[in-house]
């Protein structure tokens, strides 16, 4: 089993929708759970972290389920700025672990 | 404030020769984590160093590959003899603290061998 997984998509959907992407992670002792962003030809950058609790930025909404070891991102009212690929990351369990990063779900929001 | 800087952007070369690629980790980052950009294979960590000291090591693909971090505001990751095998685009992040930190990533090395 893959460490993070994620559906590859790619998602193609219009300006204005709702869009989820969910992840599954393999180590039960992973603490730390992160969602980041990365444009075509550029570098990852942190979109947010994720908490147990749920938590919202704006239009982005991550959820933690650890008992399920799922998680997930809601984009609503998707910008075309929103085009890129998200990736699920987890650390490797412990506070020195290292991230594991998913291989990410491409979206692309069309006018 | 500048952030991670990579040298060079870009590097062709011919298998078998050494490459060298360069990092400068954002002022007052303890750690410094190298990474190799695949379609196939994703975002891998190859090593990743805490106040200079190499951690793990373990994602570093074979003896060709080797890093260092003769201090904290530099370190640079070596592949001799590269391989075709090798193109890939190479990241190098640091954070402030462990992994429940963000990790700031450099543009990159986009790395082809022919």
Redesign the interface.
């Known amino acids: 089993r893959k460490e993070v997984e994620q559906d590859p998509g790619p998602f193609n959907v219009p300006e204005g929708a709702t869009v989820a992407f969910n992840c599954t992670y393999s180590n039960s002792a992973s603490?730390?759970f992160?969602w980041y962003r990365q444009d075509c030809r550029?570098?990852?950058?942190?979109l947010m972290?994720v908490y147990s609790s749920g938590n919202e930025d704006g239009r982005f909404t991550a959820q933690l389920n650890r008992a399920s070891q799922y998680i997930s991102l809601l984009i609503r009212d998707s910008k075309l700025s929103d085009s890129a690929t998200y990736?699920c990351v987890v650390?490797?369990g412990g506070?020195?672990?290292?991230?594991?990063?998913?291989?990410?779900t491409k979206l692309s929001v069309k006018p | 404030d500048a952030g991670v800087i990579q040298s060079p952007r870009h590097e062709v070369t011919e298998m078998g020769q050494e490459v060298t690629l360069r990092c400068k980790p954002i002022s007052g980052h303890d750690y410094l984590?190298w990474?190799r950009q695949t379609m196939m294979?994703?975002?891998?960590?190859l090593i990743?160093f805490?106040n200079n000291v190499p951690?793990?090591d373990s994602g570093m693909p074979e003896d060709r590959f080797s890093a260092k971090m003769p201090n904290a505001s530099f370190s640079t990751l070596k592949i001799q003899p590269s391989e075709p095998r090798d193109s890939a685009v190479y990241?190098c992040a640091s954070t402030p603290g462990?992994?429940?930190y963000?990790?700031y990533?450099?543009?990159?090395t986009r790395l082809t061998v022919t």
């Open positions: 603490q730390s992160f550029k570098e990852p950058k942190l972290s990736l650390n490797n506070s020195q672990g290292n991230l594991i990063f998913g291989k990410g | 984590f990474y294979r994703g975002l891998e960590l990743y805490n951690i793990d990241f462990g992994t429940g963000e990790q990533f450099g543009p990159g």
